[in-house]
């Protein structure tokens, strides 16, 4: 049983275009994250929900938009696609933000390519 | 936004040599979490850690939480082929985020 999916695996496009990736979680959590890893391997988080509720906003463009349309899922939009923002972006949950239990588990991630 | 310390950068070890990184924070965590990435794959939590001087194991790895609460450490013995990954630590408090470290890249010679 995967814990925490994601789709696409792979996303190729060209600069300008809008595309969207999406993440489910079947743990029962109620923190969910984007992570965005560059080509050094450094993770930096992008945001968080906790309950379908924004509780996490780095300095991330507004072309990036998160939605998430119920506790188990969160999804990324990317409007207006440039070459730095290809990547790697990991989805990831967590039992609660708000309690001691900190573990995130994540997903497979999704190599984005901006030709 | 904050990222931690990870040393070394990247190891190349023989299989059966024991592997010691540590992690360092300017700020102190109540929360210490380790994790390892095989490529093409997320991370994945190796050890979690919620109290200063904590030491915990999991198969081969043992994990420290640092008495001043701004470092960790990770050890793995006897190291065999599989162990080939990137380890992060990450760092936090309860209702706030968690940092990445910057990742110690292990290679690990046959």
């Known amino acids: 049983d995967t814990a925490v999916s994601q789709t696409p695996k792979y996303l190729v496009t060209q600069m300008g275009n809008d595309k969207s990736i999406k993440c489910e979680q079947n743990?029962?959590?109620?923190?969910m994250y984007w992570y965005k890893q560059d080509s050094k391997k450094f993770l930096k988080i992008m945001f968080s929900?906790?309950?379908?509720?924004?509780?996490i906003n780095e300095t991330v463009p507004n072309r990036f938009s998160p939605k998430s349309p119920d506790k188990a899922h969160l999804n990324l939009h990317i409007n207006s696609l440039e070459l730095g923002d290809s990547a790697v972006y990991f989805c990831?949950?967590?039992?609660?933000?708000?309690?001691?239990?900190?573990?995130?588990?994540f997903g497979p991630g999704t190599r984005l390519t901006v030709l | 936004g904050q990222q931690l310390n990870q040393s070394p950068q990247s190891m190349f070890i023989q299989e059966g040599e024991d592997v010691s990184m540590n992690c360092t924070s300017s700020?102190?965590?109540?929360?210490w979490l380790w994790y390892k990435q095989d490529p093409g794959e997320g991370p994945v939590l190796l050890i979690a850690?919620?109290?200063?001087?904590e030491l915990t194991s999991n198969g081969r790895l043992t994990a420290q939480f640092g008495i001043t609460r701004k470092d960790s450490f990770l050890n793995i013995s006897a190291s065999i082929p599989s162990d080939v990954g990137i380890y992060f630590c990450?760092?936090?408090?309860?209702?706030?985020?968690?940092?990445f470290g910057t990742g110690t890249s292990l290679t690990v010679i046959p």
């Open positions: 990450a760092g936090g408090h309860t209702g706030n985020q968690f940092y």
């Open positions: 929900y906790n309950n379908k509720e924004l509780i």
């Open positions: 743990l029962g959590h109620d923190t």
């Open positions: 990831a949950s967590s039992p609660s933000f708000l309690t001691s239990f900190h573990e995130q588990f």
């Open positions: 700020s102190i965590f109540n929360t």
């Open positions: 850690l919620y109290k200063a001087g």
